[in-house]
């Protein structure tokens, strides 16, 4: 009776443990899980992209700044060389944004903010469900300056957005990456500029009688200032505009970038580019992503693969994504007479512009509107940093153009 009992208890306690088995291993599994989760933020930078940052002369833990494009889809890391400048290092095809180009008004709009923000360490998030995630630090003082509202707009993984910029797991992973080692080594914030598209003439022609314009262009004189100086523009809100200053010695050559800029945005509008206004039925993607993330928001389709799919996560509204943005044209004052080639207007119009457009323009006075001092005496006196976009009294080449057809 002894071994009989005995033999029981051994069978029961081995019944136990079977039964207990799957409830370790499915406990295993979580920790398994829960650890590779907390491992995310501590992913290296991947060896390409490290030997791409030594090959530009640049350091693995040198500053850092973003710049964000909506329209083109893409989200830049720029990195400090060892020149003291920063410099483009590469360029991240984003998966995901939603609403339209334009500011972040209110709370629930689905828009992605623009304008320059600060992020710092502790807006990094490295439990983030979305993979990995990084606050921009929307609302800032300009925007809480003109009454908007919403919190938490992020560059997260997961192709998915409600007001944010969604990456790849495998592009956050690596942006995280090079962010924490810019914090790690003493960067305690870095500047994320988020812009409509790129400031480049085309653009600027096509949306000029958009609503959110003249927000655009103030957006441009920051963007001027770190494209000809190599730093982050420094700034504050005076009137309701971002006032930029940099250092009084790029005044000069900053000014010169934002005449050539108008002599070639009123040469495009002379030529007859249309006015238009783009609209989305909610945000875009890049084009490289979208044909990726329109499969994968089908369970089983046989053209995305599992580590893919993996990547890409959740797809928001992937019907709205499919769909183009449309090019609706807009009646601009501007555009209404100068689209006649034989009218006298544009034809006195376009002989401007050719002079303007003469090699020998680049050395006459700008008309941008950079403060620089008269004298070098009274650059001296200045400060370490000169205002720019302050009103000129001259006016500028674009609304001499505009007042030709005012009427």
């Not at 973003?66 to 410099?87: N, P, Q, T």
């Not at 993607?285 to 599992?306: F, N, Q, R, T």
């Not at 580590?307 to 183009?324: C, I, Y």
């Not at 006649?340 to 008309?367: I, M, T």
Request: net charge positive.
């Amino acid at each position: 009776m002894t071994s009989v009992r005995g033999d029981g208890a051994v069978y029961r306690t081995f019944l136990k443990r079977l039964l207990l088995a799957p409830c370790l291993l499915a406990a295993l599994s979580s920790c398994t899980q829960e650890a590779y989760r907390s491992a995310r933020d501590l992913a290296p930078i991947p060896a390409k992209t490290l030997a791409l940052i030594f090959d530009r002369g640049m350091d693995p833990g040198a500053p850092i700044a973003m710049r964000s494009f909506k329209r083109e889809s893409e989200i830049e890391v720029w990195k400090l060389g060892r020149d003291g400048k920063y410099a483009l290092l590469k360029s991240y095809p984003m998966c995901r944004w939603s609403g339209q180009l334009g500011p972040k008004v209110r709370q629930g709009d689905r828009q992605a903010p623009e304008g320059f923000y600060d992020v710092t360490a502790a807006a990094m998030n490295p439990k983030s469900s979305l993979f990995l995630s990084f606050n921009i630090g929307y609302p800032n003082a300009f925007d809480r300056s003109h009454g908007r509202t919403g919190s938490h707009l992020m560059v997260h993984g997961a192709c998915s957005s409600q007001g944010c910029f969604a990456m790849t797991d495998e592009a956050i992973s690596e942006i995280y990456a090079i962010a924490r080692e810019a914090f790690a080594s003493g960067q305690r914030s870095f500047q994320f500029q988020s812009y409509p598209f790129r400031m480049i003439a085309e653009n600027l022609a096509k949306h000029r009688a958009d609503s959110h314009f003249a927000f655009w262009k103030n957006l441009k004189e920051g963007s001027d200032i770190f494209e000809v100086t190599g730093q982050e523009p420094a700034w504050t809100v005076s009137g309701g505009r971002y006032t930029f200053s940099t250092d009084p010695t790029f005044v000069a050559d900053i000014s010169a970038k934002a005449s050539r800029d108008e002599r070639d945005v009123a040469a495009l509008i002379a030529k007859g580019t249309p006015a238009i206004r783009l609209v989305y039925q909610d945000g875009g993607g890049h084009p490289s992503l979208k044909i990726l993330a329109l499969p994968a928001s089908i369970g089983g389709s046989p053209d995305v693969d599992e580590k893919t799919r993996r990547s890409l996560g959740d797809v928001s509204r992937p019907e709205a994504l499919a769909v183009e943005p449309r090019e609706i044209p807009v009646e601009a004052p501007a555009s209404r007479t100068a689209a006649n080639p034989r009218s006298p207007a544009f034809q006195q119009l376009q002989k401007q512009v050719e002079g303007d457009l003469d090699p020998s323009a680049s050395n006459r006075p700008s008309s941008s509107g950079v403060v620089a001092s008269a004298t070098p005496s009274s650059v001296e006196q200045q400060s370490a940093t000169a205002p720019i976009g302050a009103p000129d009294q001259k006016s500028s080449f674009t609304d001499r153009f505009r007042s030709r057809f005012a009427n």
